[in-house]
C-alpha cells in the first residue's frame, strides 16, 4: 500500500474537508463512492480506493454517496495551477467545449490527436474526455432535476445528453436512481422555466467582502450592478444570454441564474465559480503567504483573500486595456459608453429588475468599433481593435484551455499592449495562480517598502497572484487609483 493510500485514508478518517474535490472516496464493498468528509463510517483502507476525479469513480462502476453527494463539492484547485494539456482539457471539459464541439473539437483545440488526447487524460485522471464530459452532464442533469420543473426529455438535452436513453442511463449509473426517484427525493419547490437558484460550494476561508468590495469598484453601467452583498451581471454564453445574481456569504454562494437557454446551465455555473475563484486552495494559499513576515499581518487580517477572475477572458482584456493608466471611474465611464452603443441586448426578467439590458460586445464587434467614438487615446483605441481582430480570427485564445504563455506572447505582439496588460489578463482571465506584476506602481512601491526584489518574490510560489492582492489591498487607502488593479 503507498504513501500516497494511506494519507488519504488517514484525511478521510479525519473527515478533512479541505480535501474534498482533490480527490474521491470508492468503498468495493458498497459500491459508492464519497468525498473524504462524508459523515459515514470510515471504510477500512484495504476496502477502499481513490481517484482524482469523479467520472473515474463512475466510469469504474461507482455511484454516488446520497449522503455526502460528493458531485456538489468544489472543484479540485489543481486545474487551474496547472498549465499543462491535462490541466487546460480540464478547463476546457468544465466549460462545455465536448458538448458543443465532441471530442475532437476539445483534442483541436489543444493540439493533440483523440487518441492521444484520450491516453493522456486517462493515464493520469483514470477517466477519458467523454467519460469526464458525462460525469459533468449528470451533475447538470441533477441539478436541473432538482430545481425545475422541466419535462425529463428537456431535462435531458439541457443538460447535453444527445437521447434520454443515454441521460437516464448516466444518472442512474452516477446516482444509483432514476431520474424521477431523483425528482422525488429531491423534494425542493421548481424554479419557473429558465430561472435556477442553487448554492455553491465554497472551501473556507473566503474572503466575501474583499471580492464583493473589488466586484463593486469595477462595475460597469448597463451590465453589472452590486446591491447589499450580491453581484448581479450579464454574460454572453455559447446558446445566448444569461443574468447572474451572486449573493456572497462567507460559507457559501447563492447564485441565481436566467438563462435563453438551459444548455448553458453548466458553463454558466462555471464561469461564476471561476469569477469569484472558488476552487482555490485557501488553507495552502495563507500558510505560504503567512510564512513570510511582511505578508503574515495581511492574511491573517483577510484569511481566504482570492484573486477576482473572469467570465470572459476577452471582456476581461478588453476593461484591462481600457483601464490601463486611469482611474477607475473613468474606465467605468469609457467601458459603460461602449456597452451601451455596442453591446448585445438583454430582455430578461431578472436583467430588468436591477436595471441591467446589454451583454458586452463580441470580438468581432470590438474590433469594428471606430476609434474617435472612445473617449481614449487613439493607441489604446487601436489596442482594442486589434484585440478584438486577433481574438475573432483565432490568432489569440483566451478561453479557460487556453495555453497561457501563448496568449502572454500573443498579447504582447498587439500594439499598444505591453508586460502589464498581458500579465494582468493572464492572472485574471486565465486564472493563473502564479502572477506577481511587478511593472505596477503600486506594486513595485510595497515590494520596495519590504526591501524586496522581483526575485526575493519566487517564495510565494506558485501563489503570487494572492500575494499581489494582499499588497494591493494593503495600499489601497492612501494610493491613488491610478494603476490599481
Not at 425528482?183 to 419557473?192: V, W
Not at 515590494?447 to 526575485?455: A, T, V
Amino acid at each position: 500500500m503507498t504513501d500516497l493510500h494511506e494519507q488519504r485514508h488517514r484525511a478521510v478518517a479525519a473527515r478533512d474537508a479541505r480535501f474534498d474535490g482533490v480527490f474521491f472516496t470508492a468503498v468495493r464493498t458498497t459500491g459508492i463512492y464519497c468525498r473524504p468528509s462524508c459523515p459515514a463510517v470510515t471504510p477500512r483502507i484495504q476496502n477502499v480506493e481513490f481517484y482524482v476525479t469523479a467520472a473515474a469513480a463512475q466510469d469504474a462502476g461507482y455511484r454516488a454517496c446520497r449522503r455526502c453527494r460528493p458531485d456538489t463539492v468544489p472543484g479540485s484547485p489543481e486545474w487551474d495551477v496547472r498549465a499543462d494539456v491535462v490541466g487546460r482539457a480540464m478547463r476546457l471539459i468544465g466549460d462545455g467545449v465536448v458538448e458543443r464541439d465532441g471530442v475532437g473539437g476539445l483534442a483541436s483545440r489543444l493540439g493533440y490527436s483523440t487518441r492521444h488526447l484520450t491516453r493522456l487524460l486517462t493515464d493520469e485522471l483514470g477517466a477519458g474526455p467523454l467519460a469526464l464530459a458525462r460525469s459533468n452532464r449528470a451533475q447538470t442533469a441533477r441539478l436541473l432535476i432538482e430545481t425545475t420543473a422541466m419535462a425529463m426529455a428537456d431535462v435531458a438535452f439541457a443538460a447535453g445528453f444527445s437521447s434520454v436513453r443515454q441521460f437516464n442511463d448516466s444518472v442512474r449509473a452516477a446516482y444509483g436512481m432514476t431520474p424521477r426517484e431523483l425528482r422525488t427525493r429531491g423534494g425542493r419547490a421548481p424554479a419557473a422555466a429558465g430561472t435556477l437558484s442553487l448554492r455553491l460550494a465554497v472551501r473556507q476561508p473566503f474572503a466575501a467582502g474583499p471580492m464583493l468590495e473589488f466586484l463593486a469598484d469595477h462595475v460597469v453601467p448597463g451590465m453589472e450592478t452590486v446591491e447589499d452583498r450580491t453581484y448581479v451581471r450579464t454574460a454572453r454564453l455559447p446558446h445566448g444570454h444569461a443574468v447572474v445574481a451572486l449573493t456572497l456569504h462567507d460559507d457559501h454562494v447563492r447564485c441565481d441564474l436566467e438563462l435563453d437557454d438551459l444548455r448553458d446551465t453548466a458553463v454558466a455555473v462555471g464561469r461564476a465559480r471561476r469569477l469569484l475563484d472558488l476552487d482555490a486552495d485557501p488553507l495552502a494559499i495563507d500558510e505560504l503567504l503567512a510564512a513570510d513576515p511582511g505578508l503574515a499581518p495581511h492574511v491573517a487580517a483577510e484569511p481566504g483573500l482570492r484573486v477576482p477572475g473572469s467570465m470572459d477572458g476577452f471582456e476581461t482584456a478588453t476593461r484591462t486595456i481600457v483601464g490601463q493608466q486611469v482611474s477607475l471611474a473613468g474606465a467605468a465611464t469609457v467601458l459603460g459608453r461602449l456597452v451601451a452603443a455596442h453591446g448585445e441586448p438583454v430582455d430578461l426578467p431578472l436583467a430588468r429588475r436591477h436595471g441591467l439590458d446589454r451583454a458586452f460586445p463580441s470580438p468581432d464587434v470590438v474590433a469594428k468599433v471606430p476609434a474617435e467614438s472612445l473617449v481614449m487615446p487613439r493607441s489604446r483605441a487601436r489596442a482594442l481593435a486589434g484585440l478584438g481582430r486577433a481574438v475573432d480570427a483565432g490568432d489569440l485564445a483566451l478561453d479557460p484551455g487556453a495555453d497561457r504563455d501563448e496568449a502572454r506572447t500573443a498579447m504582447l505582439a498587439l500594439p499598444g499592449v505591453g508586460p502589464w496588460t498581458a500579465d494582468y489578463v493572464l492572472m485574471r482571465g486565465l486564472s493563473h495562480p502564479d502572477v506577481l506584476l511587478t511593472t505596477d506602481l503600486v506594486l513595485r512601491r510595497e515590494l520596495e517598502r519590504r526591501g524586496l526584489g522581483p526575485d526575493d518574490t519566487d517564495r510565494w510560489r506558485p501563489w503570487r497572484s494572492y500575494a499581489g492582492m494582499h499588497l494591493w489591498r494593503a495600499a489601497a487607502s492612501p494610493v491613488p487609483e491610478r494603476n490599481r488593479p
